[in-house]
């Protein structure tokens, strides 16, 4: 479900969002726009979620043994991995 609404924007703006529908890179002004609201709310979002984990990790920090623990886990798993050589 959709719902129209009426947005004014300056008119160098819509020259650009014009000049991205010639160029191909949208098929109209309309998918520019719902594209660029998307991609601001998603960036939003993300904000919301690392600012909450890193309030949650300053209350309750890890500990150096949990630290080493990951870190032993992270260069075990790296050994495992099979690499294949690049050169």
């Given amino acids: 479900m959709t719902k129209q609404i009426a947005v004014k924007l300056p008119y160098g703006l819509v020259s650009e969002i014009d000049r991205l529908v010639e160029a191909g890179t949208f098929t109209s002004r309309s ?10 709310v998603a960036v939003q979002r993300r904000e919301v979620i690392d600012r909450r984990y890193r309030d949650a990790a300053a209350r309750c920090p890890e500990t150096q043994d ?7 886990l992270a260069i075990k798993a790296i ?3 099979p690499w294949e050589p690049w050169w």
């Fill in 31 to 40: 998918q520019a726009i719902r594209s660029g609201l998307e991609t601001m």
């Fill in 66 to 72: 949990e630290i080493a623990e990951v870190t032993d």
């Fill in 79 to 81: 050994h495992e991995e």
